[in-house]
């Protein structure tokens, strides 16, 4: 069955990084797209952008550019989601999720990664 | 920073029937197909509706999903108690590039 499953939580000080991971399983990794989604405490979701496992190209949502960078390493089925610069209000519960073509919504969603970023 | 404007709440009674809406413009609902999402108390969201009224396996076909022009709408009907959660809307735009949400509506069964 298809399971997409995210590395655990993270507490991280202002100013650093984090890197969330997704692994993917039971599908063919490279042909779906992997969109980054995250929900602050409370608030609605918010797309980050995508990346496609197959070339490695990439979309950002022009709110994250400059701070978010989207990888994948195929041999292990896995993607990465990093951002920087990191500060309070990117608290937040950050999802990975895929879907078969970039425009397509996303079928199937990763548990979940709780980012915290506090001093 | 929602693009797409939902009613915060919407109720019901078991058994009623409940609908939310979902307003966008010409570059995300206009122009392409909308999804819904339905997001269970502490659970990552799940998708109830895709292409604006096409629904997966194992959802009850209580749940229905329409558009018209740059809106869409979700109906539950013979609203359930396991129906309480939070519902999204969701669609590619093309001006921004992206994929746009909707700003949320929390449904309760009264």
């Known amino acids: 069955q298809v399971q997409l499953v995210q590395s655990g939580a993270e507490l991280k000080k202002p100013g650093a990084s984090v890197r969330v991971s997704c692994k993917a399983s039971?599908?063919?990794?490279?042909?779906?797209?992997v969109h980054w989604v995250r929900q602050a405490p409370g608030q609605g979701l918010e797309w980050m952008g995508y990346?496609?496992?197959?070339?490695?190209?990439?979309n950002y949502a022009q709110k994250f550019q400059g701070r978010v960078t989207m990888t994948r390493v195929t041999s292990i089925s896995t993607a990465y989601m990093e951002l920087t610069s990191l500060r309070s209000d990117d608290t937040a519960l950050y999802y990975c999720?895929?879907?078969?073509?970039?425009?397509?919504?996303?079928?199937?969603w990763g548990q979940g990664t709780l980012v915290t970023v506090s001093s | 920073q929602s693009v797409l404007t939902q009613p915060p709440s919407a109720s019901g009674t078991p058994g009623q029937r409940v609908t939310i809406s979902c307003s966008g413009s010409?570059?995300?609902?206009?122009?392409?197909?909308v999804d819904w999402y339905q997001q269970l108390p502490g659970t990552a969201p799940k998708v109830l509706i895709y292409?604006?009224?096409q629904r997966p396996s194992g959802v009850p076909d209580r749940f229905s999903g329409s558009k018209s022009g740059t809106s869409a709408s979700l109906a539950i009907s013979g609203l359930q108690s396991e129906d309480e959660a939070d519902y999204y809307c969701?669609?590619?735009?093309?001006?921004?590039?992206?994929?746009?949400f909707g700003t949320g509506t929390k449904v309760t069964v009264l």
């Open positions: 990346i496609n496992p197959h070339t490695g190209g990439t």
């Open positions: 969701a669609a590619w735009d093309d001006s921004l590039n992206g994929r746009v």
């Open positions: 292409s604006n009224h």
């Open positions: 999720a895929r879907s078969l073509y970039y425009y397509d919504g996303t079928d199937y």
């Open positions: 039971g599908y063919s990794f490279t042909g779906y797209y």
């Open positions: 010409s570059s995300n609902i206009g122009s392409n197909t």
